[in-house]
């Protein structure tokens, strides 16, 4: 039986509009080979949001995404809009959707592929096979916790404030999210905090060791961030599956992102409890090469085999998506942010048609 889904495509600004339609076409020419039936809906979200409506996140947009079955995402933000007051900025447009959808649950893969290993600024045998998954708490933490804003003291001063919140009920069910994650992959958990200085990391690391004995096959470790910044360049393979904060797995999976080569290979899942999922690739709107058919499309199309997989429950579609991406990468097609001697140099366009090509040839 056909299986039908209704998904919101968030194309954004700058290069997202390119990579998403590329994304659109696998998907499309996938559905018929897998039985499925895709319904897409577009929304404004970012910067394309501000210019229509004055808001990075119209309410319809919210709608749209939550009566859905999932939301592809491409990219927000632009020099255009940087200069906007916070609660107008395209960012504010993507947290607001983060946390009206509840998705706590980041995954950040960073898996090195053997054709790209020349693409690292690490040496190779640092980086050969390293397969790390990023599990980044997103709803929480010091980018929603209270009081935060710009306050005027009476001597005249103005004092920023942040706060790093963590409850342990926020803790533990992300905690459950990478050690189940953990489960599936080679079982071994390092969680990322700031526990010698923080009290917010000292609860984290306090419940997330109280989780440790429910799940006797995952061997469990701790690290502060300043040495897992450190050992992730070090020795990166030592990593399986990470699990941390809101901030610091802000930071370390843009670190861990670049031990690949380039970022714009790289996708990204976030879940909540229930209810759609957001996928979207790690990397920005890169508003300098916008239009210019010059983009990577494959972090998108690899985004939208995340959600076939943790979002659709359709693994097969997912490993037909993935492999085609392995197949064109194997035949040297190569955009300017990987490519390396020898390699086909192509756009965003000339790689969408190679992967298309490839889906064909497959059946
Ligand atoms: C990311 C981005 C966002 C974040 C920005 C654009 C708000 O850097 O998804 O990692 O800080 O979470
Ligand atoms: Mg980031």
């Known amino acids: ?9 968030l194309p954004g600004d700058g290069i997202g509009p390119e ?12 559905s018929s080979q897998h039985d499925l039936d895709f319904h897409f809906t577009e929304a404004l979200l970012g910067g394309a949001a501000i210019d229509a409506t004055g808001s990075p996140l119209p309410n319809e947009t919210l709608a749209a995404c939550l009566a859905r079955d999932a939301v592809l995402l491409a990219s927000i933000g632009g020099y255009k809009w940087d200069s906007l007051p916070r609660s107008q900025r395209p960012e504010t447009g993507l947290l607001g959707l983060r946390s009206g959808l509840n998705l706590f649950a980041n995954l950040r893969p960073a898996t090195i592929l053997p054709q790209l290993l020349g693409a690292s600024s690490l040496k190779p045998e640092i980086v050969e096979g390293v397969d790390i998954m990023v599990v980044r708490e997103l709803t929480g933490g010091i980018y929603f916790g209270q009081p935060k804003g710009i306050f005027e003291l009476e001597n005249g001063e103005k004092r920023g404030v942040s706060t790093m919140v963590y409850s342990s009920s926020e803790i533990d069910r992300i905690g459950r999210v990478a050690f189940e994650i953990a489960q599936k992959r080679q079982g071994r958990l390092c969680s990322v905090d700031k526990a010698n200085v923080l009290e917010v990391s000292q609860l984290w690391r306090d419940r997330i060791t109280t989780l440790g004995p429910e ?28 699990v941390t904060g809101n901030l610091f797995g802000d930071i370390l999976s843009d670190a861990a992102a670049m031990l690949t080569g380039s970022i714009g290979m790289l996708p990204s899942a976030s879940l909540g409890e229930s209810g759609p999922g957001v996928f979207e690739p790690v990397h920005g709107s890169a508003p300098d090469i916008a239009g210019q058919d010059q983009a990577n499309p494959l972090a998108q199309v690899l985004s939208a085999a995340m959600m ?11 490993d037909q998506i ?15 942010d990987i490519m390396s001697p020898g390699m086909k140099s192509v756009g965003c366009r000339e790689m969408g048609q190679a992967l298309q090509k490839v889906l064909e040839a497959q059946f």
């Open 308 to 318: 076939l997989r943790y979002g659709l429950n359709q693994p097969a579609a997912a």
């Open 19 to 30: 990579i998403m339609a590329v994304a659109v076409a696998v998907l499309k020419q996938i």
């Open 1 to 9: 039986m056909t299986a039908s889904f209704r998904i919101t495509l």
């Open 322 to 336: 993935e492999q085609a991406v392995l197949a064109v990468l194997d035949q040297g097609y190569r955009t300017g």
């Open 215 to 242: 799940y006797p096959d995952v061997e469990l470790s701790h690290l502060y961030v300043d040495n897992a910044a450190m050992q992730l360049v070090r020795a990166p393979k030592q990593f399986d599956t990470i």
